[in-house]
């Protein structure tokens, strides 16, 4: 690997992009400056397109009649680094150990984007062109949701009609294992105000006679899974696909131990999850409903005897084959607002959106992805689903009529939207022979 990669990942790197606080709004713009400019100079047309959120950076090369038109998507946004103290050293400041390079975005998806711009440029520098049209779509809203993306892609979906998608912002299933991921979960997300007291109150003067909210909120919140994990609202499973048989088989024929490797990861006591399924099949095919978040009185030092006025708590459902977004919305407030105990009130706030996708990895593209990735990695692909969400593929389906390569390069231990993200240099001269050898592949 040249030695200005490294300059230049770290340069990446050092932009604290985080999309969800609107403090780092100029830092996400100076970040889109940055991939302007570097684009610009390996010779892409490039341009930067404002949004009502984020700038969206766009390039592509001279597009020739004949060839095939390829788009790659990635973001160039990350989620917060919190909490700060966990992390060994601070996360805008890349740093290499053991051939690891440790940084919130490190892997999702900086280190795995800037291997495909590299890819593209080495490709330009030996064949002074690509062997396809090339559109490079690099957002910085999807860690939010990709809310400003799919109005971008229907404005310009005659420039950017293209024949596949590729995307580098899945996972590999262990080291050395090239992946393709032919399954994303979806994501759909709400938060809960409970209100009790106009104030918060002196806990001996009302306590007992007025309904607590942190108490009522952790009641209702209880009300959403049966003690197996199972989600309890109305209508969940309703649409659930059920795994199929030939699935469940080729996953257990896969060169990982699922239950394993989750156990040693996590570090949790005992696994966890719906019964009848092992790890693996719980994260790629189950649906799930997730507090992320909880709040409400008081979280200082010491004692201090309040009924707080509000609680709060912030919720996400991961979908899967054939559920609806909005629909699981609509189920989930049914939920909480028959389930909420007396004496408070609730307001619940829909939040971003984002389909399930499932395609075909056998599919002609499917095997050239898969050629691409034995050819990369000098071994077969693994074909897995993903539990985790990218929101705008299942757009680039609908919207630009094209199915995406999920050929990611992010390992089970690289502690996405964890303290001490990392990424090894393997897995980023990996993503820079796989982009090669995907370009190639698709040049017809
Ligand atoms: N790269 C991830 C998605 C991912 C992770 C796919 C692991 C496959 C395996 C992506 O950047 C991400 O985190 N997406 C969010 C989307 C959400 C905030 C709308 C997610 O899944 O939580
Ligand atoms: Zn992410």
Redesign the pocket.
């Known amino acids: 690997m040249r030695d200005n990669y490294l300059e230049e990942y770290y340069s990446f790197l050092r932009f604290p992009s985080v999309s969800t606080d609107d403090q780092y709004k100029e830092k996400l713009e100076e970040c889109a400056g940055w991939l302007v400019e570097k684009l610009t100079s390996i010779g892409l047309q490039t341009q930067l397109v404002p949004t009502r959120g984020h700038p969206i950076v766009w390039a592509h090369n001279e597009q020739q009649s004949g060839r095939r038109t390829v788009l790659i998507y990635g973001?160039y946004d990350v989620q917060p680094p919190d909490p700060l103290e966990l992390w060994d050293s601070p996360p805008f400041e890349p740093v290499l150990k053991n051939g690891y390079v440790f940084a919130r975005g490190a892997t999702?998806?900086k280190g795995q984007i800037l291997s495909h711009i590299l890819g593209i440029q080495e490709t330009i520098e030996q064949h002074h062109d690509l062997p396809v049209n090339l559109h490079l779509v690099i957002e910085g809203e999807?860690?939010?949701?990709s809310a400003n993306l799919g109005g971008f892609l229907n404005e310009n979906r005659n420039a950017l009609k293209c024949d596949v998608g590729v995307v580098s912002?899945?996972?590999m299933i262990a080291r050395g294992v090239p992946t393709l991921?032919y399954g994303?979960r979806g994501?759909t997300a709400l938060e809960i105000k409970v209100t009790g007291p106009k104030v918060d109150l002196h806990s001996g003067v009302f306590g007992g006679a007025v309904a607590n909210p942190i108490t009522a909120l952790a009641q209702l919140l209880a009300t959403l899974h049966d003690r197996d994990g199972r989600v309890k609202i109305a209508g969940f499973y309703d649409r659930v696909k059920p795994l199929e048989d030939w699935e469940r088989e080729a996953w257990r024929k896969l060169p990982v131990d699922g239950d394993k490797l989750i156990r040693e990861e996590t570090g949790v006591p005992e696994l966890f999850g719906e019964a009848g399924y092992n790890s693996v099949e719980r994260i790629w095919a189950r649906p799930t409903a997730e507090i992320n978040g909880i709040g409400g009185g008081y979280q200082g030092k010491g004692t201090k005897t309040v009924i707080a006025s509000h609680a709060m708590a912030k919720l996400t459902f991961r979908l899967v084959p054939e559920q609806r977004g909005d629909e699981i919305l609509e189920l989930a407030e049914v939920h909480l607002q028959k389930n909420l105990p007396k004496g408070v009130t609730i307001e619940i706030t829909t939040g971003?959106s984002?389909p399930w996708y499932l395609t075909d990895p056998h599919s002609p593209l499917g095997e050239a992805a898969q050629h691409a990735l034995r050819n990369a990695f000098n071994r077969e692909a693994a074909l897995i689903r993903?539990?985790?969400?990218?929101?705008i593929v299942s757009q680039f389906r609908e919207i630009l009529g094209i199915e995406t390569l999920l050929m990611?390069l992010?390992l089970p231990d690289c502690r996405?939207?964890s303290p001490n993200e990392n990424f090894p240099l393997e897995n980023f001269e990996g993503g820079i022979r796989l982009n090669k050898a995907i370009l190639q592949e698709l040049a017809r």
């Open positions: 973001h999702d998806n999807e860690e939010i949701g912002d899945t996972g991921s994303l994501v971003h984002g993903e539990g985790g969400s990218i929101p990611g992010a996405a939207h």
